[in-house]
Structures are given as structure tokens and as C-alpha cells.
């Protein structure tokens, strides 16, 4: 005899819990609405998006989380409902790199949630028009790649730009070969963007040998080129697949297994500390023996972390460059403002391009 409980008083005891589940949704949604006042009252209806406070949120949930459900999915529920209070508050509206489809977008719902308004932009330097006019509050952009490096693009535009970065996220990147082809032998031309093309460069060289390759704007636009004839194919995620309606030939055609994209959050507000904080600057210094290494000694005498360091040229003078850096910590953590204050001391410019949370799902 099995001593398993009956489908039917299981479901009861489910419907019993749903109903709790969802008076207390509701009770944290009234709660989001007070907090929307009281910002209001307090002359601060700029900022009803906090990501500090949010990543603080979702840290704490992952530590209160007891299973069985992993730690992943519990945050995920939780994104999904800060969004949804969120949008109670003030809906957000989020520039990125488009058409729909690409990972630019997944990049914002993994970020945001999905109660916020996106908005689809041609290039990565419109999405900092927008932000830039206030056409949108927030934008997200690539900045780097596992497989193959930093965006330029993205780099170079915070040169001139006065935005701030107040967020980051990153999104496990699966490229997939879509098209109406039969087969792989029916294929003459493939598109994609030259970073994606790039990240599948040795199965296209194996598979692939003698079709001609088109780089284009984005993946979805490749996705939507594809679908208009039935020889050609396009290397893009599945979300384009899905919007353009193209039957997927190849899945996980990236060469390396992990291949990562990180994106950031661009936008015109400070993120307060919450003590696990990246911060992200440029400078530049002269070209005198040394000048390098007496920057770069400024967050060592302060046992400061240096996560990632490029140079891109200035734009400004011939082989001149800057230093793009990602330390470990907050500008306004003691510690870290002493070594901006000391690297200031030792370079010709310095710009902080903003402290925010780490990644947290
Ligand atoms: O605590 C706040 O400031 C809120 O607005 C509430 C809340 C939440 O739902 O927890 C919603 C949006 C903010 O981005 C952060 C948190």
C-alpha cells in the first residue's frame, strides 16, 4: 500500500497556499505604492528605481532561501515581483541595441524584469541618445565578450558621454543557425553581427567553408534578412527564431562553451553602497616611463581589486591612450576613495564612470 497523500487534497492545500501567496503579493504591491509616496514627498520622483536596494533584495533571498527551490529561481521570482512593484511605482522604459529578439533585450528583462517598457534603437550610440535626451531612463549596451573582447563602441562613447553606469548583467550567449534551408548544402549566404560571426568562426570555417558571409547591424536583423530567402541563414538566439518564425538548423554553434556577454546599465543616477560594488573608470596619462605603473600603484597601496583594464586610443593625439578599469568596491567605500584621490594625483585625466552592484542573478 502506498502512503502517498491524495491529488485532490494536495491541490486543496496548493489552491489554500495560492491564495495566501497572492494576499501577500498584493500587501508588498501597497507597500511599493507607500514607498512611491513617500519618495514623492521627499522631493526624490527621479528615482524610483533603486539598484542598490534591489540587489540588496535579491542577495537577501538568496541567503533566506531554504530549498528545495534553488537559490536562482527563488531570486527570479523575486526580480520578476520588484519589477512588478515597480511598475506600480513609475513603468521604466529601457533603450537598447534592437530589433526585438536580440541579447541586448534578454540583457534588459534578465536586469529589469519584465514590467518594463523597452524601447528597440539601430546603434549602440543611439542608446545613449536616448538616455542622453531623456527619451528613456535607462539604456543597456554590450561591453565585453568572453570569446572575443571588448565592444569599442561602447568604451569609446563614454569618452564624451556624461551618463553613468549603474548596473550590470550578464547573459550566457548560445548561437544558433536559422533559416528555411533544407539542409546545410542549400545555403549560399549567412548573416549575422560581427561579433557573433566572430564567436562561431572555427564551426563556420568547418561546416561552412565556402559560404559567402554578410556581416550586418544586428542578429535579428540577420534573423528577419533570412527569413526573406529561403538560401540564405542567419547566426542569432533563439528569441529571434521565434519572432522572425525561422525552423532552427544548428544550435550552440559558438566555439567556446562559455561564452559570455557582459552588458551594463547606463543612466543619469548614483547607486548607493551596498557592499559588494564594482566601480569603473577612465584616465589617461602622460607618456613618461612609469606613468602607468604609478597609476595602477594607487589601488595597490590600498589592497583595492583591479577586475579588468583596456586601452582604447584617446581620439585626441597620435598614439595617445586611456585606461579603461574596473576596480573592486565603491567610490564611496573609505578605502576606495583614498586611491581615487591618490590615482588623481597621478594621471592627467580621471573619470568615474559610476559604482554600482555586482551582478547579482
Ligand atoms: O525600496 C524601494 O525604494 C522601492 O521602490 C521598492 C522596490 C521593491 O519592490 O522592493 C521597487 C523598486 C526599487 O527599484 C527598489 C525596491
Avoid at 127 to 155: D, Y
Avoid at 247 to 262: G, K
Wanted: aromatic share 6%; with cysteine; charged share 20%.
Amino acid at each position: 500500500m502506498s502512503s502517498v497523500r491524495p491529488l485532490a487534497e494536495i491541490r486543496t492545500e496548493i489552491d489554500q497556499i495560492d491564495a495566501e501567496i497572492l494576499q501577500l503579493i498584493n500587501r508588498r504591491a501597497l507597500c511599493a505604492e507607500e514607498v512611491a509616496k513617500t519618495k514623492i514627498a521627499e522631493g526624490e520622483q527621479g528615482t524610483f528605481y533603486r539598484p542598490d536596494r534591489e540587489a540588496l533584495v535579491l542577495r537577501r533571498i538568496k541567503e533566506l532561501n531554504q530549498g528545495p527551490l534553488p537559490d536562482h529561481t527563488a531570486m527570479r521570482f523575486f526580480r520578476e515581483l520588484m519589477s512588478a512593484c515597480l511598475a506600480l511605482e513609475k513603468p521604466l522604459e529601457v533603450a537598447f541595441l534592437g530589433p526585438e529578439g536580440t541579447f541586448s533585450q534578454q540583457a534588459v528583462f534578465k536586469h529589469f524584469g519584465s514590467s518594463v517598457n523597452t524601447l528597440p534603437v539601430a546603434a549602440i550610440g543611439d542608446v545613449f541618445n536616448a538616455v542622453e535626451l531623456g527619451k528613456c531612463h535607462f539604456g543597456v549596451v554590450p561591453v565585453e565578450n568572453s570569446t572575443e573582447g571588448v565592444i569599442n563602441h561602447t568604451l569609446d562613447r563614454f569618452l564624451t558621454s556624461p551618463l553613468k553606469i549603474c548596473g550590470e548583467v550578464e547573459i550566457r550567449v548560445h548561437q544558433n543557425l536559422m533559416g528555411h534551408a533544407e539542409s546545410l548544402a542549400g545555403i549560399t549566404e549567412i548573416f549575422s553581427h560581427q561579433q557573433s560571426l566572430a564567436q562561431c568562426r572555427k564551426w563556420l570555417d568547418t561546416h561552412l567553408p565556402q559560404v559567402k558571409i554578410t556581416a550586418v547591424s544586428s542578429n535579428a536583423e540577420a534573423a528577419r534578412m533570412a527569413s526573406l530567402n529561403k538560401q540564405t541563414a542567419a547566426i542569432a538566439g533563439l528569441a529571434a527564431a521565434e519572432v522572425y518564425q525561422l525552423p532552427v538548423l544548428e544550435t550552440n554553434i559558438e566555439d567556446q562553451a562559455n561564452n559570455t556577454t557582459r552588458f551594463i546599465v547606463i543612466g543619469k543616477q548614483d547607486s548607493s553602497p551596498t557592499g559588494k560594488d564594482k566601480t569603473s573608470l577612465v584616465f589617461s596619462t602622460g607618456n613618461q616611463p612609469g606613468a602607468l605603473y604609478r597609476a595602477l600603484e594607487s589601488f595597490a597601496k590600498f589592497g583595492i581589486g583591479m577586475v579588468n583594464i583596456e586601452s582604447r586610443p584617446s581620439r585626441q593625439g597620435l598614439w595617445e591612450y586611456v585606461f579603461f578599469i574596473d576596480i573592486d568596491g565603491h567610490s564611496e567605500d573609505p578605502q576606495v576613495a583614498e586611491a581615487l584621490d591618490l590615482l588623481k594625483a597621478n594621471v592627467n585625466m580621471l573619470k568615474l564612470l559610476g559604482s554600482y552592484p555586482k551582478a547579482v542573478l
